[in-house]
């Protein structure tokens, strides 16, 4: 296919986005699918009590002997809490906001009853991460915009 005009670029252009969000929303909609545990989904439609789940979520409150998780899970606040006999994680001390991922025995009345595995990043760590993306995103783009140029004309990226 020839994409000479700068029509055909823009219909092709199209038609990748569009590629590209189907397959987004794929991904958004089945990846539940394919976990190792169960997650939110199964917990929330059949609650499988005495399994191993994996859950995860914002760290809202801590307890003596445990820690309350919160997660929006499609518009649903969803709150587990976490019975651990420590908030003295990998090194880590636990504190609200952190962001947690907890693989666990289900317990009743959303408890998870022995922790497995748990997976912390603190909320300073979180930040730093978004920061950081923000400068490598600005840096890449201030480097293509010293390369290249937009042509509205032909539709088209020149190298200046």
């Known amino acids: 296919m020839s ?17 590209l969000i189907g397959l987004c929303i794929h991904y958004a909609n089945e990846y539940e699918i394919h976990l190792k545990h169960p997650s939110y989904g199964a917990i929330l439609s059949d609650y499988p009590q005495g399994e191993l789940v994996n859950v995860g979520g914002t760290v809202t409150h801590i307890y003596g002997d ?22 003295i994680i990998k090194n880590h001390k636990l504190s609200p906001q952190d962001k947690v991922s907890v693989v666990g025995v289900l317990g009743p009345d959303n408890q998870i009853v022995t922790v497995q595995e748990i997976d912390v990043n603190d909320y300073t760590g979180y930040v730093l991460l978004l920061f950081r993306s923000f400068l490598a995103l600005a840096f890449l783009f201030y480097i293509f915009n010293r ?12 190298r200046r």
């Open 66 to 87: 445990s820690f309350l998780v919160e997660e929006n899970y499609h518009g649903q606040i969803v709150a587990m809490k976490i019975i651990n006999s420590s908030t």
């Open 3 to 19: 994409l000479e005009t700068s029509r055909k670029r823009a219909v092709m252009g199209i038609i990748l986005i569009l590629l």
């Open 147 to 158: 390369y290249w140029c937009f042509n509205l004309e032909s539709f088209e990226f020149r």
